[in-house]
Protein backbone atom coordinates (compact mmCIF):
# COMPACT_ATOMS: atom_id res chain seq x y z
CA UNK A 1 0.00 0.00 0.00
CA UNK A 2 1.70 3.26 -1.23
CA UNK A 3 1.02 6.58 0.31
CA UNK A 4 2.85 8.55 -2.65
CA UNK A 5 -0.38 10.93 -2.84
CA UNK A 6 1.39 12.87 0.56
CA UNK A 7 4.23 15.52 -0.51
CA UNK A 8 3.86 16.62 3.08
CA UNK A 9 3.79 14.26 6.38
CA UNK A 10 0.65 12.99 6.80
CA UNK A 11 0.25 13.35 10.63
CA UNK A 12 0.89 17.41 9.95
CA UNK A 13 -2.00 17.13 7.23
CA UNK A 14 -5.86 17.83 8.44
CA UNK A 15 -8.77 14.97 7.71
CA UNK A 16 -9.83 17.26 4.83
CA UNK A 17 -6.25 17.38 3.48
CA UNK A 18 -5.30 14.04 3.39
CA UNK A 19 -9.51 13.55 1.82
CA UNK A 20 -8.57 15.39 -0.65
CA UNK A 21 -4.90 14.06 -1.65
CA UNK A 22 -6.61 10.78 -1.29
CA UNK A 23 -9.55 11.91 -4.30
CA UNK A 24 -6.67 13.26 -6.47
CA UNK A 25 -4.95 10.39 -6.21
CA UNK A 26 -8.07 8.83 -7.79
CA UNK A 27 -8.61 11.40 -9.82
CA UNK A 28 -5.17 10.66 -12.09
CA UNK A 29 -5.94 6.34 -11.67
CA UNK A 30 -8.64 7.26 -13.30
CA UNK A 31 -7.75 9.20 -16.07
CA UNK A 32 -5.10 7.05 -16.19
CA UNK A 33 -7.10 3.85 -16.70
CA UNK A 34 -9.08 5.84 -19.29
CA UNK A 35 -5.99 5.95 -21.47
CA UNK A 36 -5.30 2.97 -20.86
CA UNK A 37 -8.32 1.51 -22.19
CA UNK A 38 -8.22 4.01 -25.20
CA UNK A 39 -4.81 2.70 -25.84
CA UNK A 40 -6.00 -1.33 -26.08
CA UNK A 41 -9.31 -0.10 -27.95
CA UNK A 42 -7.56 1.40 -30.46
CA UNK A 43 -5.26 -1.71 -31.44
CA UNK A 44 -7.77 -4.19 -30.54
CA UNK A 45 -8.42 -6.31 -33.20
CA UNK A 46 -11.16 -9.11 -31.12
CA UNK A 47 -14.85 -7.18 -31.70
CA UNK A 48 -15.82 -8.79 -28.45
CA UNK A 49 -12.82 -8.10 -25.98
CA UNK A 50 -12.99 -4.61 -27.67
CA UNK A 51 -16.97 -4.15 -26.46
CA UNK A 52 -15.85 -5.24 -22.90
CA UNK A 53 -13.14 -2.60 -22.68
CA UNK A 54 -15.50 0.09 -24.39
CA UNK A 55 -17.85 -0.99 -21.61
CA UNK A 56 -14.80 -0.48 -18.99
CA UNK A 57 -13.94 2.69 -20.17
CA UNK A 58 -17.14 4.05 -20.29
CA UNK A 59 -17.34 3.19 -16.38
CA UNK A 60 -14.74 5.03 -16.20
CA UNK A 61 -15.61 7.97 -17.25
CA UNK A 62 -18.20 7.83 -14.49
CA UNK A 63 -15.43 7.12 -11.93
CA UNK A 64 -13.01 10.33 -13.22
CA UNK A 65 -16.93 12.87 -13.49
CA UNK A 66 -17.50 11.38 -9.62
CA UNK A 67 -13.93 12.21 -8.21
CA UNK A 68 -13.64 15.46 -10.10
CA UNK A 69 -17.35 16.59 -8.64
CA UNK A 70 -16.40 15.69 -5.27
CA UNK A 71 -12.81 17.73 -5.79
CA UNK A 72 -14.49 20.95 -6.89
CA UNK A 73 -16.67 20.68 -4.15
CA UNK A 74 -14.21 21.13 -1.97
CA UNK A 75 -12.57 23.61 -4.11
CA UNK A 76 -15.25 26.70 -4.90
CA UNK A 77 -12.39 28.82 -6.52
CA UNK A 78 -11.45 25.60 -8.69
CA UNK A 79 -15.16 24.60 -10.01
CA UNK A 80 -15.63 28.16 -10.76
CA UNK A 81 -12.60 28.53 -13.30
CA UNK A 82 -13.77 25.36 -14.69
CA UNK A 83 -17.70 26.68 -15.09
CA UNK A 84 -15.82 29.25 -17.35
CA UNK A 85 -14.08 26.48 -18.97
CA UNK A 86 -16.44 23.43 -19.46
CA UNK A 87 -19.15 22.79 -21.82
CA UNK A 88 -18.43 25.26 -24.03
CA UNK A 89 -17.74 26.27 -28.27
CA UNK A 90 -14.94 28.46 -28.74
CA UNK A 91 -11.78 28.70 -28.02
CA UNK A 92 -10.70 26.91 -24.90
CA UNK A 93 -7.11 28.81 -24.45
CA UNK A 94 -9.65 32.19 -24.51
CA UNK A 95 -11.90 30.49 -22.18
CA UNK A 96 -9.25 29.54 -19.73
CA UNK A 97 -7.61 32.60 -19.59
CA UNK A 98 -11.37 34.60 -19.25
CA UNK A 99 -12.31 31.94 -16.45
CA UNK A 100 -9.29 32.48 -14.51
CA UNK A 101 -9.07 36.54 -14.78
CA UNK A 102 -12.44 37.07 -13.54
CA UNK A 103 -12.54 34.09 -10.68
CA UNK A 104 -11.80 35.14 -6.69
FE1 LIG B 1 -12.28 3.39 -12.08
Not at 9 to 14: C, D, K, T, V
Request: without cysteine; glycine residues 6%.
Amino acid sequence: MGFDQYHEPANELSEETRTFARMMASLGEEAEAINWYEQRISIEKNKDAKAIMQNAQKEEFKHFGMDLEFLLRQKPLWREILQGILFKNGDIVEHGEDAEESAD
